[in-house]
């Protein structure tokens, strides 16, 4: 089992910046892909980046590429999501995802990941 914890979600005006932060316990021995995943009231639930064991590759959004960078730091079983250029339309909870293996087809899907936190609230005002 892994247990998952985001932190860092907050109230950020347009234009602003904020860091997510997952911290993994448990099973952290083997090798995981870990996304960020996000959900805004009334929608589904959307990929917005994810990240391979060895900090490559990774894949991420269009709407948020070239504004987010998603990376990762083992040696604290911790990933993070660098969120820049926010805007109204990135509010939303966001949630962690863990996946063992690599990088796949799956890893842009909900159903590719076996654990999840329980989200962090990020509110964009214009």
């Known amino acids: 089992q892994v247990q998952l914890v985001e932190s860092g979600g907050g109230l950020v005006q347009a234009g602003g910046a904020l860091r997510l932060s997952c911290a993994a316990s448990g099973r952290t021995n083997s090798s995981f892909v870990m996304g960020w995943f996000r959900q805004a009231p009334g929608k589904e639930r959307e990929f917005v980046a994810a990240i391979s064991w060895r900090g490559r590759p990774t894949i991420y959004a269009d709407s948020v590429k070239g504004r987010f960078t998603i990376s990762r730091d083992n040696a604290k079983n911790t990933v993070y999501l660098q969120m820049n250029s926010l805007k109204p339309e990135d509010t939303a909870v966001y949630y962690c995802?863990?996946?063992?293996?690599?990088?796949?087809?799956?890893?842009?899907?909900?159903?590719?990941?076996?654990?999840w936190g329980q989200g962090t609230q990020v509110t964009v005002s214009s």
């Open positions: 995802a863990a996946a063992e293996g690599g990088i796949s087809s799956t890893s842009r899907r909900s159903m590719g990941y076996d654990y």
